[in-house]
Nanobody, 120 residues
């Protein structure tokens, strides 16, 4: 069974950087997209960045130019490099596998989330 395990969250001052990692335990043969979402207290979960299987990336307007999503296919890992962090970037960040093809078939997967806190 595939699980997505996020790491790299923490507390950082405004203007600082963090790199989140999302490692898939188990084999993902292919996927439509891997993505990062975030949820701030009292707000709905929102998409932050996405990378399609062909490598095309998309970003929320609020993070364009500051965040970069990338992947290491050999390690089944997706990263989110976050620079110039702002207090409004605070939230729980979730990794998401969209239509992942595994030995269990094709389904979507969520990670458990990692907390990012940006102090002003």
């Amino acid at each position: 069974q595939v699980q997505l395990v996020e790491s790299g969250g923490g507390l950082v001052q405004a203007g600082g950087s963090l790199r989140l990692s999302c490692a898939a335990t188990g084999r993902i043969f292919s996927f439509y997209a891997m993505a990062w979402y975030r949820q701030a207290p009292g707000k709905e979960r929102e998409a932050v960045a996405r990378i399609l299987s062909g490598g095309i990336t998309n970003y929320a307007d609020s993070v364009k130019g500051r965040f970069t999503i990338s992947r290491d296919s050999g390690r089944n890992t997706v990263y989110l490099q976050m620079n110039s962090l702002r207090p409004e970037d605070t939230g729980v960040y979730y990794c998401y596998a969209d239509r992942a093809h595994t030995t269990s078939g094709v389904r979507n997967y969520w990670g458990q989330g990692t907390q990012v806190t940006v102090s002003s």
